[in-house]
């Protein structure tokens, strides 16, 4: 069984009453039940995200199952989905690097200690 790591970033509206809000809904049992379901539905094995100032990074391991596209798919027609997605939009603004409208950017890894002789 191997797992994929892969990480995002995105930053939030520079409003510290809003970025308080937005860290109280993922608080632990913050996120609708349907949408931690359709996370781990999807094969993500782990998500954690880290939040400095307004700016936020996110890890993801996705299992072997794991297929984007049809993930997309199953987050359209998932109503739950769609509606935390649209809440958590009020929250985040596009990286200056990002296109119009975007949210969590994949980053590029540039260093592992792994690779490191």
Not at 52 to 81: H, L, S, T, W
Request: proline share 6%; charged share 30%.
């Amino acid at each position: 069984m191997t797992t994929t790591r892969k990480c995002f970033a995105v930053d939030l509206h520079d409003d510290p009453e809003r970025i308080a809000l937005y860290r109280h809904w993922h608080r632990a049992g913050g996120p609708p039940a349907a949408v931690t379901a359709a996370i781990r539905a999807d094969d993500i094995r782990e998500l954690e995200i880290y939040l400095i100032d307004d700016r936020m990074f996110m890890i993801m391991e996705q299992g072997d199952r794991f297929d984007p596209a049809a993930k997309v798919e199953r987050d359209a027609a998932n109503e739950d989905v769609k509606a935390w997605d649209a809440l958590m939009r009020t929250f985040q603004k596009t990286l200056p690097c990002g296109p119009e409208g975007s949210t969590w950017l994949e980053m590029e890894r540039i260093y592992s200690l792994a690779d490191q002789p």
